[in-house]
Structures are given as C-alpha cells and as structure tokens.
T-cell receptor, first 115, second 114 residues
Framework: NAGVTQTPKFQVLKTGQSMTLQCAQD?????MYWYRQDPGMGLRLIYY???????DKGEVPNGYNVSRLNKREFSLRLESAAPSQTSVYFC??????????????FGPGTRLLVL | AQSVSQHNHHVILSEAASLELGCNYS??????LFWYVQYPGQHLQLLLK??????LVKGIKGFEAEFIKSKFSFNLRKPSVQWSDTAEYFC????????????FGPGTRLSVLP
C-alpha cells in the first residue's frame, strides 16, 4: 500500500495564479483532510471530508476550495494564490471521523511558494 | 474551542539524556490524545495515542506518554534519546464527541547532539 500520496511535491506560483493539489489514499478510509503547516503554528485544518460526498470548512478555509472526487481522492484548489498561502500542505486520511481512538495518516506534503 | 500548547519550542539534548516534552490542552470533556513525529523532510508519523484505559501509553521507538486528566496534560517521555530522534514533535487532541477537529500544537523541535 502506498498510503497517502500527494502531488506535486513542490510548486512555485505567482500571485493570482491558480492550482490544484491532489491527494489520494488507498487504505479505504472514509475521512480525508487538508492541513497547512507554518513555522511555529503547527498544523491548521483547512477543509475536511467526513465521508464521500461531504466537505466542511476547518479552521482556515479562506482562499481555498476542495473536492472529494471519490472515496480515494480529495483535492485542494487555490483559485487566486496569495503570498500568505506560502506553506507546506499536508493531506491526511482516517478510517471514520469521530470514532474513539481514530488515527490520521499523513501524506508527504506539498511545498508551495507564492511569489 | 480546543487549543493545544507545547511547552518548548526547541529542545537540545545530548545522546543518552532523558526527554520530556510537555503538552497541555484546553478541552474539558473526553479527549483522544496523540503524539506525532516529523523527521526532517518527511511526513508526520504517529508515535502513540491515548483514547481510553491505562493513562500511561507506550509507543514506538521507546517513547511513552502519560495522560493526567486533572492537569489536562499528555507529556511525552523517553529515558534515553538517540541522535536519530532529532525531529519535530507534535501533540494533537481530538475531542471524543467533537467530531471533525484534530487540533495540533505548534510543535517542539528536538535536536539531539551526538
């Protein structure tokens, strides 16, 4: 099993450009998440999908959109990139959100630089 | 809202020293608690978790953590660190009936000197 995979690994954008970060998991998990990681701030939840067909905002959703394409795939879109979105983006998945002891599994991350 | 604090931003130890990283959370209800590790250039990996039972939890690579409910704490310990433990460590909390949020602390960077 590959676990959680993300593409691309690294991306440079100019302000105003758009892009989509891709995430896929092969663990048959129901729930998927997008986080951003910034120095000194830990991981902050952008959006999550509790199950196929549902998405909800997390702590920092502004400037982002998501699509749960199917059970395996959960994409994050930046419609008009801003320098404040320079960050490392992690996708994660878990079997079923809200279950006691539920554990998240993380992808390798995408480093995004917005100039 | 839940929040998670970690006591130290950066800890520097020599090999064989003992380690304790502090973690406190703010939620007063039933919680699930996690420690994740991120080695340089890698993704987050689960070290250990607590969701019920014995408050002393043992994880991988010789790490353990103790849940003290009265102190809202979940401190990570290792009796003797190795150079390979150099990494960033994140505490995370998920409230049992809070559903969506896994709330992460800001992280503690551990540097182990050979």
């Amino acid at each position: 099993n590959a676990g959680v995979t993300q593409t691309p690994k690294f991306q440079v954008l100019k302000t105003g450009q758009s892009m989509t970060l891709q995430c896929a998991q092969d663990m048959n998990h129901n729930s998927m998440y997008w986080y951003r990681q910034d120095p000194g701030m830990g991981l902050r939840l952008i959006y999550y999908s509790a199950s196929e067909g549902t998405t909800d905002k997390g702590e920092v959703p502004n400037g982002y959109n998501v699509s749960r394409l199917n059970k395996r795939e959960f994409s994050l879109r930046l419609e008009s990139a801003a320098p404040s979105q320079t960050s490392v983006y992690f996708c994660a998945s878990s079997f079923t959100l809200g279950q006691p002891g539920e554990t998240q599994y993380f992808g390798p991350g995408t480093r995004l630089l917005v100039l | 809202a839940q929040s998670v604090s970690q006591h130290n931003h950066h800890v520097i130890l020599s090999e064989a020293a003992s380690l304790e990283l502090g973690c406190n959370y703010s939620y007063g209800g039933t919680v699930n608690l996690f420690w994740y590790v991120q080695y340089p250039g890698q993704h987050l990996q689960l070290l250990l978790k607590y969701f019920s039972g014995d408050p002393l939890v043992k994880g991988i690579k010789g790490f353990e953590a103790e849940f003290i409910k009265s102190k809202f704490s979940f401190n990570l310990r290792k009796p003797s660190v190795q150079w390979s433990d150099t990494a960033e460590y994140f505490c995370a909390v998920n409230a049992d009936n809070y559903g969506q949020n896994f709330v992460f602390g800001p992280g503690t960077r551990l540097s182990v000197l050979p």
